[in-house]
């Protein structure tokens, strides 16, 4: 997140999908005037390297009954939404306020929230996706309806197969029950990929540093950094699996092409079987396309994929220091352990 927040941001935890700055009549790349050439790296490669952004208030798969485009007037209302929204949660709280109730209803900036962030530091994005001059529904464009295909009933075996391992500890059990994001291992989301896509919370931010044989995409969320390696090297065995998978690139023209296999069990996206293929190309001096498409058969009932289009950013990608600030994990298995007590406490008075 660039604000001066920002380092504050990287030390919180956060409580437990690209759109562009300029204004939207605006986002059309400069590519399109024919006065802009793509940067080149001494080695002849387009230069990818910089940071982007990814927030967008597009969603991840398409509204049902909607195209896959948008008309300029619904973008002026989606954006103009999304600013109202953001001026309204992000006002000074009232000093004399009352404590929230017990709980609160999780909800950003809402006043019932207890430990949550106030609006101005959230960073979801303000501006609808726009590839090429199309504004987007959805970013998810394959299937044809702009939606994750439906699961496989082999998918939604090993599903309950999951949910009936994790019903036989409770919640607080132990740190493994927790999300592995609140355990500060990888992004919220698929923040870090692979796919990459916006967590629809803040630090949608990456930083890509490009050599020669090498690609690395640090994502400022839980500060994570994908080496991609470029050529044709072995492959780990399918055994060995590994956070954001095994990724191997390849140049088709100005487009980098990256194939990941080996992704962690844990990770959002995963089966043993799943391959997904991502593209990286540059479509204007302030404007990179990242397209990504999952095959997985064994989950999914077609191939499935999207276009989410990055900003630059004219600012520095902060530290997410999510360790150094981690009291919340080992305060909420306390305070379970606490409450255990009490109520063998309870049972023996009752007896």
Same mark, same amino acid.
């Given at each position: ?103 609160? $209803?999780?909800? =950003?900036?809402? +006043?019932? &929230? #207890?430990?949550?962030?106030?609006? !101005?530091? /959230?960073?979801? %994005?303000? @501006? ?84 020669? $044989?090498?690609? =690395?995409?640090? +994502?400022? &969320? #839980?500060?994570?950094?994908?080496? !991609?390696? /470029?050529?044709? %090297?072995? @492959? ?116």
């Amino acid at each position: 997140m660039l604000r001066n927040a920002a380092s504050f941001l990287g030390l919180c935890i956060a409580v437990t999908a690209l759109g562009v700055v300029a204004p939207a009549a605006a986002q059309a790349p400069a590519s399109n005037s024919g006065d802009w050439v793509i940067p080149r790296t001494p080695d002849g490669r387009p230069d990818l390297q910089g940071n982007w952004s990814s927030a967008t208030i597009t969603p991840l798969q398409r509204p049902r009954n909607q195209g896959p485009t948008l008309t300029w007037e619904e973008v002026e209302r989606l954006e103009g939404t999304a600013a109202g929204y953001l001026e309204r949660v992000s006002q000074p709280s009232d000093p004399d306020r009352v404590a929230p109730p017990v709980g609160g $209803d999780g909800s =950003v900036g809402a +006043a019932g &929230m #207890v430990g949550g962030y106030n609006g !101005i530091y /959230i960073d979801r %994005g303000d @501006r609808v996706a726009i590839v090429y001059g199309e504004p987007r529904s959805s970013l998810i464009t394959m299937p044809a309806d702009g939606r994750m295909p439906s699961r496989t009933p082999e998918s939604r075996e090993r599903a309950a197969e999951r949910r009936a391992l994790r019903r036989s500890f409770g919640p607080y059990d132990h740190p493994e029950m927790r999300p592995v994001a609140e355990r500060c291992l990888i992004s919220f989301g698929s923040n870090a990929g692979p796919p990459m896509l916006p967590n629809g919370f803040y630090n949608n931010n990456y930083t890509i540093v490009q050599t020669p $044989d090498h690609i =690395v995409i640090m +994502a400022e &969320m #839980v500060h994570d950094a994908r080496i !991609i390696r /470029i050529g044709d %090297g072995p @492959r780990l065995p399918p055994d060995q699996q590994v956070w954001m998978g095994d990724s191997w690139g390849h140049w088709e023209g100005d487009v980098l092409v990256v194939e990941t296999t080996n992704l962690h069990p844990l990770q959002q996206y995963y089966s043993p079987e799943m391959k997904v293929i991502e593209r990286f190309s540059r479509m204007a001096e302030d404007a990179l396309l990242y397209e990504f498409t999952i095959d997985d058969p064994s989950t999914y009932t077609e191939t499935w994929g999207g276009q989410v289009p990055m900003k630059a950013l004219d600012g520095q990608v902060y530290e997410y220091a999510c360790h150094e600030g981690n009291y919340a994990l080992s305060n909420i298995l306390s305070g379970a352990r606490y409450q255990e007590r009490r109520e063998a406490e309870n049972e023996n008075e009752q007896r």
